[in-house]
């Protein structure tokens, strides 16, 4: 396995299909690939045949705030620790600086094992309040 910090040679076409795949939000290539490389942080796994495994991402202003998203792990590989791995690589590209996410509804245990906790205060924009409402995202006011 290949661990990438940078976007040379990634698909992002297949980028795309795994977010597709596992029920996260996703746009086209071109879209992703400019949210990767706008990021502070990327995280690329591949296997020993150079194929996608998973991926995440992470935005920061590199002295105490950052955000960390698109998180993904290809469904055959799920479960074997890669979204750990990922997770790991990120969170040690940002040392000493708060670091926020939101987590798909009924996955926020796997975060809490990295010490994330759940927020008080949170609020979003979302450009489609009613997909996030329905997703369980957000709330209904």
Sequence with gaps: ??????????DFAEVAKVLQIVGM??????????????????????N???QLIGF??????????AAMYDIAVVPQYQS????QLIVKEI????????VMLYAMPRKEKFYQKF???????????????????AKGFIENE
């Design 56 to 65: 995440g991402r992470a935005i920061s202003d590199n002295a105490y705030q």
């Design 115 to 133: 010490g994330f906790k759940k927020m008080r205060t949170a609020m979003a924009r979302f450009q489609n309040s009613d997909t996030m409402i």
């Design 91 to 98: 969170l040690e590209k940002l040392p000493n600086i708060n």
């Design 1 to 10: 396995m290949q661990v990438k910090y940078d976007c040379e040679g990634i």
């Design 25 to 46: 939000a996703h746009h086209s290539a071109e879209i992703h690939r400019r949210a990767f490389e706008n990021s502070a942080v990327k995280v690329f796994l591949l």
């Design 80 to 83: 074997e620790g890669y979204g």
């Design 48 to 50: 020993t045949n150079n």
